[in-house]
């Protein structure tokens, strides 16, 4: 309501332009009311950032409220003055004395206006641009106080990257710490220029169209906001993409981590072959090792004896004990061979040659009956290993996830962990870490993801 009540208060306020200015403004106001209510009511993230990191979007649309407010009520003083229109007229003309510099953003804007333009359009121009230049540099004062005196946005809990960046992929492109901050400072960078590079387009836009037409009512007040709003808001998020790859370390830091920008710097993301299996008449596609899923999967599909399972019926509880057995021997395998391939050779065929898991499947119980974990253990024989980590990280749910690395002791065990000002994982390994491991994290060693994801394809003759 409050959006779709921003974008017409102009129209309501100046009236419309042209015969169809209404019904635009009303279309405008809804489609922005839907994108709104569809971005912030959605489990997952699309376009808007840091949704969940108040007030960043609270101060983003406050401030472009007080200038359409401010420029509209600028605008209607021409025609309809009153007390409040009349002292936001005598506001933005000190403004504009004020900020009316050589070689600023107000006097460049000025220099943007077409050559034709009539005094009365300069003046407000003038005013008008000093007035929401003005509240951009506010906006941008109070963002920075919070950021460094509040600590934001540590304050509100734990920040979760993929969340409230989902425009920025970790996967792609090198490091992330890197590229956080190189993304932070173009953002900042374009911000200071483009108050300068703007005029220029307005002004080849006077070429085409009309200055009447530009500087009209409406057009006057969305050019201005557009003139400040934007830049603002790109300095602000290059500001907020700082202090989130600032927080990555300093959090690692302050929980006994050992991970430095020196590392982070060194991490970049790798392409790997998927792992390829055939179960039935399927053929599935899943992750490689050093995620663990995929190869858990296999197993886990290839100790069942599909037409037994069929038979008890879905979802029965004999169903259901068949396939919890065959999953403690695929995680006894799991917790004990898969690791980086980088670091430690894991057999993957022939933990999943037939022969192999025909061995692991003489462990079974019978169909239905249940087993437990004692005695149960892994199969086969190491058959390396190297050195031991001091690093990890996790993966957990549906889809691509960021990456959290924190320290690792020699021997631990969790369900669940949260780091403070960078993210949680809703799911870890319930397996015990040791140094030595397979799956023990390591220097330069990539995460050990607990994710389980695959996709399977008919297999035609």
Request: aromatic residues 10%; hydrophobic residues 50%.
């Amino acid at each position: 309501m409050l959006v779709s009540s921003l974008v017409v208060l102009p129209a309501l306020m100046l009236g419309p332009n042209g015969s169809d200015g209404a019904q635009i403004s009303v279309l405008v106001a809804l489609l922005a009311a839907v994108f709104v209510f569809a971005e912030y009511s959605s489990s997952y993230p699309s376009f808007v950032e840091f949704r969940h990191a108040p007030p960043f979007n609270r101060m983003r649309f406050v401030m472009l409220m007080l200038m359409v407010i401010c420029l509209t009520w600028l605008t209607r003083h021409a025609g309809h003055p009153g007390v409040l229109t009349g002292i936001v007229s005598r506001g933005a003309s000190a403004m504009g004395e004020l900020l009316d510099l050589p070689y600023s953003p107000v006097r460049i804007f000025i220099y943007g206006l077409p050559t034709d333009s009539s005094l009365e359009l300069i003046e407000r121009a003038r005013d008008g641009a000093a007035m929401v230049y003005a509240m951009s540099l506010t906006a941008l004062g109070t963002f920075a106080l919070l950021v460094h005196v509040y600590d934001w946005p540590s304050r509100n809990g734990a920040f979760n990257v993929w969340v409230n960046l989902p425009l920025f992929d970790p996967t792609t492109g090198g490091d992330v710490l890197p590229r956080l901050r190189r993304d932070g400072w173009l953002n900042i960078a374009a911000g200071v220029v483009l108050p300068f590079v703007i005029p220029a387009g307005i002004r080849l836009a006077s070429g085409v169209f009309d200055a009447f037409t530009l500087f009209d009512s409406q057009s006057f007040v969305w050019t201005m906001v557009a003139w400040a709003f934007i830049p603002a808001s790109m300095i602000m998020r290059g500001i907020a993409m700082g202090r989130v790859a600032d927080l990555i370390v300093a959090d690692m830091q302050a929980n006994g981590g050992l991970i430095t920008h020196e590392d982070l710097s060194g991490y970049a993301a790798e392409w790997r072959e998927p792992l390829i299996f055939e179960h039935a008449e399927y053929q599935l596609i899943t992750h490689p090792v050093p995620s663990s899923g995929g190869m858990t999967i296999a197993q886990t599909l290839a100790l069942l004896n599909i037409p037994v399972l069929k038979r008890l019926g879905y979802h029965s509880a004999q169903a259901i004990s068949m396939v919890t057995e065959a999953q403690r021997l695929a995680f006894a395998d799991r917790n004990y061979w898969l690791g980086d391939p980088a670091f430690f050779e894991v057999p993957v065929k022939r933990l999943l040659s037939s022969t192999y898991m025909e061995e692991r499947r003489r462990l079974l119980p019978p169909p239905g009956v249940p087993g437990t974990s004692a005695g149960v253990a892994h199969g086969a024989r190491r058959v390396a290993r190297i050195g031991t980590s001091t690093s990890a990280a996790v993966s957990a749910g549906a889809g691509l996830r960021a990456w959290f690395p924190f320290a690792v002791s020699v021997s631990f065990s969790m369900s669940s962990f949260t780091v403070p000002s960078i993210g949680s994982a809703r799911e870890f390994s319930s397996a015990v870490l040791r140094a030595g491991h397979a799956g023990s994290a390591r220097p330069g060693s990539p995460p050990w993801s607990a994710e389980r994801q695959a996709g399977a394809r008919r297999c035609v003759a």
